[in-house]
């Protein structure tokens, strides 16, 4: 008798019900609040009000948690060299990037930083959802968001290792949510640099699943005449079978 290889299961999978209602609120929610759709749904937050209160490191974590979950833990993404113009191919690590927003998150209070110097102090808070939309009606919005975020004393004479302190203690808070990822680029050798906004690639990743869904429902309605509810209660196995014959026939 000899081992047959088997097709691995996926590490997680998760349901075609939860990715059709992820992809749902998502989609009907604007691009500043999805953070705080992913940590109601993921049950983090009582409700969406609640969520954007929360701070957005929050947001961005329970994204990739989502994101580590349907895609495993690594992420192809690309990058363009700004210099060159190459597209580089960058493999996302996303458990080093939760890692490293853990031991951030470790270090220090999540919700609030103090820069102390001789005669004063900054407190600056974690900005959350609400903050970001409040900011994204402001003519500037990234000077209000530091401004709603950072509290300064009356008439404060500071310096630049002040403002420094200030501005570093707030990309602390800001954490996952301000995540970039790294590479040289093979063509001219520079530093390639981007932001990584989890939000943005799991809203991408849901979006992708939830239309291959559909695709595969409306295929099984179309060619049997079932409901949407009866296609999606098959396990995916089923559902695979039904559609290589249904493929087949066609
Ligand atoms: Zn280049």
Request: proline share 5%.
């Given at each position: 008798?000899?081992a ?70 690594t ?42 110097w ?9 900005p ?21 975020c ?20 707030a ?80």
């Open positions: 008798m000899r047959r290889a088997v097709e691995a299961a996926p590490r997680h999978v998760t349901s075609a019900h939860a990715t059709l209602t992820l992809w749902e609120a998502l989609a009907s929610t604007v691009p500043a609040a999805r953070g705080a759709v992913v940590l109601t749904v993921r049950g983090a937050a009582e409700d969406v009000a609640a969520a954007c209160d929360a701070p957005l490191a929050a947001s961005a974590a329970a994204a990739l948690d989502e994101l580590c979950e349907r895609t495993g833990p992420l192809a993404t690309v990058l363009e060299c700004t210099a060159c113009g190459q597209v580089l191919d960058v493999p996302l690590d996303l458990e080093a990037l939760a890692s490293s927003a853990q031991t951030a998150h470790d270090e220090g209070d999540p919700l609030e930083r103090r820069v102390v001789e005669s004063g102090e900054v407190v600056v808070r974690a959350t959802t609400s903050d970001v939309l409040d900011a994204l009606t402001a003519p500037d919005p990234a000077r209000h968001l530091r401004e709603r950072e509290t300064w004393p009356p008439g404060a004479d500071t310096t630049a290792d002040v403002r420094a302190r200030v501005a570093r203690a990309d602390d808070l800001t954490g996952l949510a301000g995540a970039t990822v790294r590479s040289s680029c093979p063509g001219c050798g520079r530093d390639v640099s981007a932001d990584v906004d989890v939000v943005d690639l799991l809203t991408e990743r849901v979006t992708e699943q939830a239309r291959a869904l559909l695709i595969e429902i409306a295929e099984l309605a179309a060619a049997y005449g079932w409901s949407q509810e009866s296609v999606l209660a098959m396990s995916p196995v089923r559902r695979r079978a039904y559609l290589d014959l249904v493929r087949t026939e066609w």
